[in-house]
């Protein structure tokens, strides 16, 4: 597991100075933002299909104290990093062990652990992860918070779960984060209700394809209406995608 930062990033440096300082995990700080720098794994020296775990703050317009896990990726523009209509290689069984570990570690803090879906870069060639800290300075540089976040990093596993890319919902996925936490399921890459007009063909391919041992994909029922839902069914069954709605 390699760790990239950016050093303008104070939650990214906060938790990053942990996993390096307690766990003495690799770490390197990048002059520009992550989301910005693509093929982070030159930087880092990984090895080919190493881990790259990208700590960083996370923003909400409300303020919402968020603790968050997901991939990179884009839907069509790239105006956040990355490149457009590309997702990077996701490891939603180690994301799903880092999720947890945070809904254990953060009890009692008043914070909203969730899955985000799917939204900026960089693009990478080996598997990548998002952990944030939301959503002001107040959460960006505590140091509880900083240590909290790095040990459910450096503490997270492979347990089994079945794989699925996600497709619905809010930018904040809680019914994919409850089935992540309750039933034994990894989220990959996630589309949100959102991105209804820029599912096609090729983006479901990448979102597949991009997330390891994905099995098929989960559809939240009551983010579409019936006309969408056929939509949604046509454009998977035209790729043979196994598919349910939940």
């Keep these: 597991m390699k760790v990239v930062y950016g050093n303008d990033d104070v939650a990214g440096k906060n938790i990053s100075y942990f996993l390096e300082k307690n766990f003495s ?16 794994e030159k930087d880092a020296n990984a090895k ?11 923003k909400s317009l409300k303020n919402i104290r968020s603790l968050t896990v997901h991939a990179a990726g884009n839907f ?10 590309k997702m990077t290689r996701y490891d939603a ?22 899955y985000e879906a799917t939204h900026h870069g960089p693009f990478s060639e080996n598997p990548l992860i998002f952990v944030e800290i939301g959503s002001s300075d107040l959460e960006y540089g505590d140091k509880e918070i900083g240590y909290m976040m790095a040990r459910s990093i450096y503490e997270s596993f492979d347990e089994d779960a079945e794989i699925y890319c996600g497709i619905g919902g809010l930018h904040y996925s809680s019914k994919f984060t409850k089935m992540a936490i309750d039933e034994g399921i990894a989220l990959g890459h996630i589309a949100s209700k959102y ?12 979102m597949f394809q991009k997330t390891i041992g994905a099995k098929g994909f989960l559809i939240e029922n ?25």
């Design 93 to 114: 069984k180690y994301a799903r062990g880092v999720l947890l570990n945070i809904n254990k570690y953060s009890k009692g803090m008043n914070f909203e652990v969730t």
């Design 76 to 85: 069509e523009a790239n105006e956040y990093g990355g490149a457009k209509n």
């Design 195 to 206: 991105r209804f007009a820029s599912l096609t063909s090729n983006s479901l391919k990448e």
């Design 48 to 58: 080919k299909d190493e881990l790259i775990i990208i700590p960083s703050q996370h």
């Design 25 to 40: 995990v690799d770490v390197i700080g990048l002059n520009e933002h992550p989301i910005y720098h693509d093929y982070p």
């Design 222 to 246: 009551k983010s579409f209406d019936s006309l969408q839902k056929n939509s949604l069914k046509k454009l998977l069954d035209s790729e043979s995608f196994t598919y349910k709605f939940v």
